[in-house]
T-cell receptor, first 118, second 112 residues
Framework: NAGVTQTPKFRILKIGQSMTLQCTQD?????MYWYRQDPGMGLKLIYY???????DKGEVPNGYNVSRSTTEDFPLRLELAAPSQTSVYFC?????????????????FGPGTRLTVT | KNQVEQSPQSLIILEGKNCTLQ??????????LRWYKQDTGRGPVSLTI?????NTKSNGRYTATLDADTKQSSLHITASQLSDSASYIC???????????FGRGTSLIVHP
């Protein structure tokens, strides 16, 4: 059981280039999330998904796209990289803690992808 | 607006000492509060999860408290170790929501 895995671990992009950050979970969780974390700041939600085929925007979706064709995978696409997208990106998945009542969704995070755009 | 505020922003202590981190929130209606530990270069890992009815929960040397009336939580670390050096993040969820609100974290450095 690998949990949440992300690739690549590090990447340097030139302005205007595109790339896909991969995220896979093997826990059969319905909910998946993409966050970015800038130095000294909290995690900001980019996109999330409540199940295969269903995605929605979070707090900072501009410049990103996602898809969810399977329960396991939730890739994040950057189409035209900009320096403002330099950050650490975390993927997470969650399930509902049935014994803890509504809203008790336990999130599990991947190790992160450190992206630099120059 | 749902917010989670943490203090202090950073903290330096000597190995073996105790410390307490604070979290104030305005998230409503409240469902649960979690403390995460994030080591440098890694993703956050859950330490504790507390619901409305719980006011104390321990995980080894980590003890979290919750006062749902004042909307405050604290994380107490006992007999700190070098491995406790990390960022500690307070996360609060609304009832029925699967999108939690994150604090900015407290950066803890434990010196030998």
């Amino acid at each position: 059981n690998a949990g949440v895995t992300q690739t690549p671990k590090f990447r340097i992009l030139k302005i205007g280039q595109s790339m896909t950050l991969q995220c896979t979970q093997d826990m059969n969780h319905n909910y998946m999330y993409w966050y970015r974390q800038d130095p000294g700041m909290g995690l900001k939600l980019i996109y999330y998904s409540v199940g295969a085929g269903i995605t929605d925007k979070g707090e900072v979706p501009n410049g990103y796209n996602v898809s969810r064709s399977t329960t396991e995978d939730f890739p994040l696409r950057l189409e035209l990289a900009a320096p403002s997208q330099t950050s650490v990106y975390f993927c997470a998945s969650s399930y509902r803690h049935l014994l803890l009542g509504p809203g008790a969704y336990e999130q599990y995070f991947g190790p992160g992808t450190r992206l630099t755009v120059t | 607006k749902n917010q989670v505020e943490q203090s202090p922003q950073s903290l330096i202590i000597l190995e073996g000492k105790n410390c307490t981190l604070q979290c104030n929130y305005t998230v409503s209606p409240f469902s649960n509060l979690r403390w995460y530990k994030q080591d440098t270069g890694r993703g956050p890992v859950s330490l504790t999860i507390m619901t409305f009815s719980e006011n104390t929960k321990s995980n080894g040397r980590y003890t979290a408290t919750l006062d749902a009336d004042t909307k405050q939580s604290s994380l107490h670390i006992t007999a700190s170790q070098l491995s406790d050096s990390a960022s500690y993040i307070c996360v609060v969820s609304k009832g029925g929501s699967y999108i939690p609100t994150f604090g900015r974290g407290t950066s803890l450095i434990v010196h030998p």
